[in-house]
């Protein structure tokens, strides 16, 4: 259900006055936000990007520290309240909900002031942050080391950890492969520390896996814990590195797909492969009526400029591209949003996000949910392949058919086997116009799925698609338990995957 869409506001939790009573002792008033005391009512809601339905929030908690996490947790539990805790870092989920939960009657634990990167390690490549630390902070001290943030192509205001619970994808692979430990506040308040972690006396190999069964991605797209820090990996930056932007026509599609695989799997090409079809490129600003791809090339200087000239005389052989360029040679043109951020981000630079964000959706990154373009996401994982590329765009058209909505894509290349594919719905913020892009992503929802193309990722509208699409329910039956055994009073809420 959409945010065109209304109903009756749900009746108090029980025990939900005492829980924000006690969060008030433990932060003070100005840290916790609710509606009346003794009897509390919704919030008024607010605006997200994506016209998700609002969901009757009961109070808003911001606390600074993991102990106050800690504390706040320990009160809903002894309170016995029915509202349980939704906990976001940044809020920014643009196109999946924004800070948006998944059920209505929670209450939201707003972990952006929870900011400090606590510890900073380029020497071996690791740093210590908080769910408050956006991309763009971490990547500014990391300007001028030999060590570099993974980053996403999306705002630098959008917070690191987030993304990576949420298992997003950034410019040079999936961003589950940078994480090492977090730090966690389970259900009954108690701190953990699972993975890999830095210790005061000795230096240990990173291995975010330790012996014995590893419970670090049980907290990843879960509900069984409130994450308050992580172990991120920062990687080497590259001596030399080229961005190499090649123009396809749609009628080679097909063919140039395949050969963009097999130039990932024989190792020319470092970091995600990107592929912008033609309704994306026009929205950022690139260059009308073809897709445009872009491809890195890094190395010591010898092996990049080789691997540069092998790419040039591979592309212009197949004659399948319209026209290749170097990123050293030829600067991308002023209006090109999505070049100039995709060359900056594949050096773990995120400043030039901006631009890309605001021709999407017309504003910066503190108004894009109250007065930005509506904007919706679909986060299918396809086959690398041209045949399943092309199956994926027939479907974009057959939703285009049914709806009225022209979708845009994106290929994520993450690896030689398997694309992200970023399908993206930008409409007017108008009832109208949001209803037809939601019945849009319901469309994609059901034929991308009998196609075999599964999505990683969920909006707050489509959690029960979870168990739809679970390869195997007893997988599905297994995780109820442990948050049963764990979180009997359910205190942190249903999320997305629950």
């Known amino acids: 259900m959409s945010a065109f869409s209304t109903e009756e506001p749900t009746s108090p939790p029980h025990g939900l006055d005492a829980a924000l009573q006690a969060a008030v002792a433990t932060l003070g008033h100005t840290r916790v936000i609710s509606n009346r005391s003794g009897d509390p009512l919704p919030l008024a809601t607010t605006a997200n990007v994506g016209m998700f339905r609002p969901r009757d929030l009961y109070g808003i908690i911001r606390p600074t520290i993991a102990a106050q996490v800690q504390e706040v947790v320990r009160s809903f539990a002894a309170s016995g309240a029915k509202a349980g805790l939704h906990p976001v870092s940044t809020g920014r989920n643009w196109g999946l909900g924004s800070r948006e939960p998944a059920d209505d009657g929670v209450v939201t634990l707003d972990l952006s002031d929870l900011d400090r990167v606590r510890e900073l390690n380029v020497g071996d490549g690791w740093a210590v942050i908080e769910p408050g630390v956006t991309q763009l902070r971490l990547a500014e001290l990391l300007a001028g080391t030999d060590r570099m943030l993974n980053v996403t192509a999306s705002s630098g205001h959008t917070s690191v950890l987030g993304n990576m619970v949420d298992r997003g994808v950034g410019l040079r692979r999936q961003r589950t492969e940078d994480l090492l430990g977090l730090e966690v506040v389970l259900p009954d308040g108690e701190l953990i520390r699972v993975g890999w972690w830095p210790e005061e006396n000795r230096v240990t190999a990173l291995n975010p896996f330790g012996l014995g069964p590893s419970p670090l991605h049980l907290f990843t797209q879960s509900n069984l814990g409130i994450v308050t820090a992580a172990v991120v990996r920062l990687l080497p930056r590259p001596e030399a590195q080229y961005v190499l932007r090649l123009g396809l026509a749609k009628e080679h599609l097909t063919e140039a797909v395949d050969e963009l695989r097999r130039w990932v799997a024989q190792g020319l090409v470092a970091g995600v492969l990107k592929v912008y079809d033609m309704v994306s490129t026009r929205s950022y600003g690139g260059q009308a009526g073809e897709y445009l791809v872009h491809l890195c090339v890094e190395g010591t200087p010898l092996a ?66 109250a007065e930005g373009g509506g904007w919706l996401f679909f986060l299918p994982l396809i086959p690398f392949s041209g045949s399943a590329v092309t199956r994926a765009q027939e479907i974009l058209d057959r939703i285009h058919a049914e709806t009225g909505v022209r ?87 249903p999320g997305r995957y629950a």
């Open 304 to 369: 990049a400029e080789a691997l540069v000239k092998a790419l040039v005389q591979e592309a212009e052989a197949g004659g399948l591209f319209t026209h290749i360029t170097r990123s050293d040679e030829h600067a991308a043109a002023p209006d090109d949003a999505v070049s100039h951020a995709v060359e900056r981000a594949y050096r773990g630079d995120p400043s030039h996000n901006e631009h890309m964000l605001k021709s999407a959706v017309g504003q910066e990154a503190d108004r894009v949910d």
């Open 407 to 493: 979708a845009g894509s994106t290929i994520n290349a993450l690896g030689p086997d398997v694309i992200d594919f970023v399908v993206s719905f930008r409409f007017p913020r108008t009832s109208e116009d949001a209803a037809r892009a939601h019945r849009a992503l319901d469309r994609a929802y059901s034929l991308f799925s009998q196609a075999g193309f599964i999505p990683y990722r969920l909006d707050a509208d489509h959690q029960a698609w979870a168990d739809e699409l679970s390869p195997d329910a007893t997988a599905r039956e297994f995780a109820r338990r442990l948050k049963q055994l764990i979180d009997p009073q359910a205190v942190i809420a």
